[in-house]
């Protein structure tokens, strides 16, 4: 197409271990991304191309693959990313109630690392529980709170609002970067 322009988005997908994170990027995907390893800094990327409103939209999504543990090469996981993704997991256990506390730290560490950048939360792991137990204010007021973008219930297992979940930040991206 004559008009088409070509958009380059970094972001990162930060949360504990075990949440989902690489399993939600294999979803939003379906696996077609490309992958590659850091080894120095124990994290992952994956790149992948979209389609929107005719133009190229080529995202690359960073994803911790160890542990939090790897402060002194913070600044190059999170150089120059243009969005953010906290993930953290619903299920009613040690890793459900620790990976939402923990969320105010991911969320400081985003800030200190690139400053303003939009933030979405991904409740994840949405089929392990009963949607109606779920306590939906106290996650809107942790969302209000830190002014995360939006905050969506996710599945990286049946895929629900995984695709809805992705393309929010996407297009929020490609709306503030888009040449008039
Ligand atoms: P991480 O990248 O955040 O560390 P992974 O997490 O994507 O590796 O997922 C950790 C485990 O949780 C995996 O299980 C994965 O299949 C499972 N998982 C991820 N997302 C979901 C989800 O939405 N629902 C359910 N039920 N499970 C999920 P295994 O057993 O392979 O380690
Ligand atoms: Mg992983």
Redesign the pocket.
Known sequence: MENSETYRFKIV?V?????????????FTKGTFEKDYVKTIGAQFSKYNKKFNGDLIRLVFW???GQEDFNFLQPLFYKESKAAII?Y?L?ENTLGKKSFTHIENWYEVIKKNCGDIPIVLFA?????IDENSINKSKIKTLADEYKFLNFFF?????G?GVVNAFNAIIERLYLQFKTI
């Not at 996710?154 to 049946?158: F, L, R």
């Open positions: 997908i949360g504990d271990g075990a949440v989902g994170k690489t399993s939600l990027i294999k979803k994803d911790i693959a993930v997991s299920e994840n792991k949405v089929d392990l996710t599945s990286a297992k049946t629900q």
